[in-house]
């Protein structure tokens, strides 16, 4: 069985730093991008910051210049690092993959989800 797993999250101050990090596994061939989305009360999902297999990243506007997103192939492992904090930033972040695995004996493209983590800013 394919899953991702987060850890990471938790509370901190205005203008702290936190680290979040997924790990894939299951019967994986080939990961195509690793991905944090994020999600508010009472607001959708969004994306924060996604790379790919070949190391592009991208990164939502609100984020660019503060969270870093970076990847371990060898360890089918993805980090955001998130740097000067605000309460804004508060939300559930969730891991996201796109990934070849096998289900049985078929290969499939799959996207795939994590159980999510919380993330709050707060004094």
């Known amino acids: 069985q394919v899953q991702l797993v987060e850890s990471g999250g938790g509370l901190v101050q205005p203008g702290g730093s936190l680290r979040l990090s997924c790990v894939a596994s299951?019967?994986?061939?080939?990961?195509?991008?690793m991905g944090w989305y994020r999600q508010a009360p009472g607001k959708q999902r969004e994306l924060v910051a996604s790379?790919?297999?070949?190391?592009?990243?991208n990164y939502a506007d609100s984020v660019k210049g503060r969270f870093t997103i970076a990847s371990d192939n060898a360890k089918n492992t993805a980090y955001l690092q998130m740097d000067s904090l605000k309460p804004e930033d508060t939300a559930v972040y969730y891991c996201?993959?796109?990934?070849?695995?096998?289900?049985?004996?078929?290969?499939?493209?799959?996207?795939?989800w994590g159980q999510g983590t919380q993330v709050t800013v707060s004094s």
């Open positions: 790379i790919t297999s070949g190391g592009t990243t």
């Open positions: 299951g019967r994986i061939v080939n990961i195509y991008t």
């Open positions: 996201n993959s796109d990934m070849r695995v096998w289900i049985s004996t078929y290969l499939r493209i799959n996207t795939y």
